[in-house]
Structure formats: C-alpha cells, structure tokens
C-alpha cells in the first residue's frame, strides 16, 4: 500500500522515478525526513543506491531507515547500497585511493577547494560503475545530502552548478553512463530569516534543471503541536523556461510521527476539525 507521500507524488510503480531529478528543500523546517523516506523508498522497490552525506554518517541513515521499515546495512551487504562518507573526511583528512571506491564505505581526498569536486564525482561514478557492474538490471539512485554545506567551505555556486550537471548527465540522460535508468536526489537549504545570496542562487540553479521539487517550510503562525509544517510539491518542466517550468504544484501541511507522514490539505487537520 503506497504511502500518503508516494500518494502525493502520483507514484504509480517502482520505476516512476528513474530518469528523474529530484531536489529537496527547506527553509525555517526541517526538510530531512523527505529524504529519509526516499532512501527507505529506494530499497523497497530493489533499487541500487549510492548515499553522499555531508551532514550524518551511516549509522544515522540506517536507525532512521530501520524505524521506517528498512534495512540500509543488509543492502550495504549485498552490494545494493554504497555510502559516500564526506563527513568524516572532510575534517577528518583521509584518503583514499580511486581504485579504493568499489567498497561499500567510501571516503575521498579533500586536499583543496579545487579538487574536492572533481575527487567527489570520480567517486560517484566509479561507486555506480560498479552498482552496475554488479546488478545491470536495476536502476540507480543518487542520493546527496546536503549539498548546501560545501557553499560554507568557500566552493563557488558554478562549481557545485556543474557538479550538479555532471551527476544529471550520469544518471538521468540517455547519453550518460546509466542510460536514463538512474535517478538523482539532492537537498538544498534556503533559509528566508537570514539571506544567503549564494543559496538563493544555488537553489534557482537546480530548480532550472530538475523534474520534481518538494519544498518545506515552516509555519507562518509559528508552532503547533498537530501542524509541524508545510509541503510544496512542483512538477517542472526543465526544458522550458523557468517562469514557465512549474506544470502543476500541490500545497499541503504535514505532521510527523515516528514513522510516517501525516499530509492534509490547509486548514484540514485533526485539530482544527
């Protein structure tokens, strides 16, 4: 039985999303669960995965996946699963060779600003290559949270910009490695109480170019138990222009619970009926 989010995403089978990219997010909310329920989403429906994180190591993403009814350390076992730990090696200072990437941990050199990027996706695509190699009937997802935190290690907003492109082109295109049968998520942060020019950006930069974009947002009239925030879902059209991009757009409010998420239409919850 699909979820009330999968229901709100129209998500009529396990491949609706391939080909796809995705982005995430928040601002005066915490947008994190949505991609909690896209990792545990992806195992649930056999797919391959390779987690990026600048934000939770490995444990955390497994905890919170097995309270929703998966288990990332069982598919990290058997190879569906791959996590990028930019984490730990970013202030940590290991390093890690590129013919080291095929396993199920993986770290990068972070020498400088300049090849941070260019380390990152040689591990990505060496990480899908070989999702691929291992099971070439299966799509693959791209998760990378949250990308936003490279913005305070001085990385310009074109850098991330092409990074972006690269991680599309890979997945998402008929010409790229994976033949249009992977998918990217990403997240990205834009805080309205305190300005940040180069989030603005970054954030307009990826809506450009993406197919589907949840938003997440606090409430105007502040907290309520019953009310945790509001959901804006976008369906884009990234070949047109960006006045014209939003085909359609769904506005919600949602209240979290341990283990799912409780959607209802403005004005419609529990509390206020």
């Known amino acids: 039985m699909p979820t009330e989010l999968e229901s709100l995403l129209d998500k009529k089978n396990d491949n609706d999303f391939v080909g796809k990219m995705i982005v995430v997010s928040d ?8 991609i909690h329920h896209f990792i545990s989403q992806v195992t649930r429906d056999g797919h391959l995965l390779c987690l990026v994180s600048f934000t939770h190591n490995f444990v955390h993403y497994n905890t919170t996946g097995t309270k929703l009814g998966s288990n990332l350390l069982r598919h990290q076992q058997t190879g569906k699963v791959v996590f990028v730990d930019c984490l730990t090696n970013l202030f ?5 060779l590129a013919d080291e990437c095929a396993s199920d941990h993986v770290a990068f050199s972070t020498a400088s600003n300049s090849s941070l990027l260019t380390d990152l996706y040689h591990t990505i695509y ?3 290559k070989e999702l691929m190699k291992n099971y070439p009937a299966l799509p693959v997802c791209l998760v990378v949270d949250d ?3 490279l913005l305070s290690l001085g990385l310009k907003v074109q850098e991330l910009v092409n990074f972006f492109h690269l991680c599309h082109f890979l997945l998402c295109t008929s010409v790229g490695y994976c033949k249009k049968s992977g998918y990217f998520i990403l997240t990205v942060h834009n805080d309205q109480n305190c300005y940040d020019e180069d989030e603005q950006l970054l954030k307009a930069h990826t809506l450009h170019t993406c197919d589907i974009h949840l938003h997440v947002e606090g409430l105007s009239t502040g907290y309520s138990q019953e009310v945790h925030g509001e959901l804006i879902v976008e369906w884009r059209n990234p070949e047109q ?4 991009a939003a085909l359609s757009r769904k506005h919600m409010q949602f209240r979290l619970s341990e283990k799912c998420v409780h959607l209802f239409a403005k004005g419609m919850s529990d509390a206020v009926l």
Not at 27 to 34: C, K, P, Q, R, T
Not at 92 to 96: C, I, L, N, P, S
Request: contains cysteine.
């Open 92 to 96: 940590g200072g290991k390093e890690v």
């Open 126 to 128: 060496l990480c899908v």
């Open 27 to 34: 601002s005066n909310a915490d947008g994190s669960f949505l």
């Open 241 to 244: 222009s960006s006045s014209k």
């Open 147 to 149: 990308c936003s935190l």
